[in-house]
């Protein structure tokens, strides 16, 4: 059983930054893709970023190209998001994913998933 925890989320000013933090389960990042989606209130759930289990190739999201940057630590099983120029279009609950299947970037390929913690960015 895979068991995913988020943290690390707030209240921050526009253009300000936080560090998102994911503690996996013992040999999950080992076993699996991970990434990072998270969904606003009303919308649906979006795809953020991406890191993948062997050669660490990342993958993100348009919108936070530049901003954002997912990382792991494999001896730690911990996984972040370090979130810079935050906009007030970023607010939403950010959750963290292990990928078994189909494409980094539909939620569909996710079969475990975090609780999500709550960003929000004030203008």
């Known amino acids: 059983q895979v068991q995913l925890v988020e943290s690390g989320g707030g209240l921050v000013q526009s253009g300000g930054s936080l560090r998102l933090s994911c503690a996996a389960s013992r040999r999950t990042f080992s076993n699996y893709a991970m990434a990072w989606f998270r969904q606003a209130p009303g919308k649906e759930r979006e795809f953020v970023a991406h890191i993948a289990w062997g050669d660490l190739g990342t993958y993100y999201a348009d919108s936070v190209k530049g901003r954002f940057t997912i990382s792991k630590d494999n001896a730690k099983n911990m996984m972040y998001l370090q979130m810079n120029s935050l906009k007030p279009e970023d607010t939403a609950v950010y959750h963290c994913?292990?990928?078994?299947?189909?494409?980094?970037?539909?939620?569909?390929?996710?079969?475990?998933w975090g609780q999500g913690t709550q960003v929000t960015v004030s203008s």
């Open positions: 994913a292990a990928r078994d299947r189909g494409s980094y970037y539909s939620p569909l390929s996710y079969a475990y």
